[in-house]
């Protein structure tokens, strides 16, 4: 029996783990569900998997759930604030985290985990992205351990060695090739970009996600953040890892061989296939998932990705090889621009400037403690408000739409 923490319950990535443990009861049982503010949501799942712990970020929410936990008589201890993020995220008695909160927010907790030598199911890209080095060096000092939940990296992860230890040479590889489905505007013109509503960018043609996740589809810099995961967890230099569009998202990424050979996952797009091999890994569960039928998919397209329509994809490739602080400040700059367009506050089109004058305008500066990461974060966010606000007086960057 497997004990497990589920950060970020409510959303699209929690649902999804929810699902699939839901399938197991003889294998899993969930410990803890953490999540920001959605006390309705959360009440459910507690009521269904009735965790030893419930935990909301935001206070009001978190005495709203803890009222309806005592009115149904339920024994859950409800808890809130960060503090209890990070403690459900390293109690002695979980042996699973799945780290699925969106954004920096997600850092702390995840951290917390790997701290506690955890075995860790990353969904939450952006811990690598900002604090990649301190995040890995935090989870090889402690013996936690990484199994991959973003789709590309579970697909590369399956396609490598099984004990593959972070060299590409000794391990005969010769690239990673990250596939990307292009998102909703791969093909749309100019003059349609400009107009992109917050809507329009939501509505992935391949997966239901979160609202941020998706934007970063639609931008592609969701593939740009994924290079720089990719990065950290394979220990691959930038010229080694790859994007190539592919539409149809089956294929969900490979792994080329200096003889020639190229190994790919299949499937079709559902995160619980990856959830349900992170979490059984090594051995494989049924996870709910149509089964892949080939003749049904026929074509699997390839294009390269289209860099000038696409500038987040170079600008993350720009921060990657820059290193230091670059990353964090690419990431932030981007949450921040994201939260402006959800918000009706800059158009589409401007969420690329907005992060590319962040980066201009910050000197990059080494990064050797999560102290050198917050300041980056703290820094790049301010940076990219002062630009929005130049923009559109009204903005409040502290209150992005979440779930
Ligand atoms: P989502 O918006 O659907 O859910 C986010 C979750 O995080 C919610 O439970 C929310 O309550 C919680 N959360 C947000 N801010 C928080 C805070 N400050 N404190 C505590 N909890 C907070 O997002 P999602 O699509 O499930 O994505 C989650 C993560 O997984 C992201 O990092 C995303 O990049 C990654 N991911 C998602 C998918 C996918 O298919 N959805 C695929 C690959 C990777
Ligand atoms: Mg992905």
New binding site residues.
Partial sequence: MQHLTI????????ASTLDVVARHPARYRVLAL?????DDILFEQCARFLPRYAVL?DGDAADRLAQKVAAADLDVRVLSG?DA?EHVASLPEVDAVMA????A??LRPTLAAARAGKKILL????TLVMAGRIFMEAARQHGATLLP???EHNAVFQALPRNYAGDLAASGVRRILLTASGGSFRNAPWSALREVTPEQACAHPN???????SV?SSTMM?KG?EVIEAHWLFNAPADAIEVVVHPQSVIHSLVQYVDGSVLAQLGNPD?RTPIAHALAYPERIEAGVEPLDLIKVATLNFEAPDFARFPCLALAYRALRAGGTAPTTLNAANEIAVAAFLDRKIPFLAIPQVIEQVLDALAVTPVDTLEDVLNADAVARAAACDRIRCASPSFTPLSPR??
Avoid at 7 to 14: F, R
């Fill in positions: 950060l970020g319950s409510t959303g699209s990535i929690g953490a999540a920001q503010r959605r970020l960060a993020l699925a909160i969106v954004g927010a997600g969904a939450n890209k952006e939940i973003d789709s997966w239901v996600m979160g609202q941020k996740i970063d969701n953040l995160m979440q779930l």
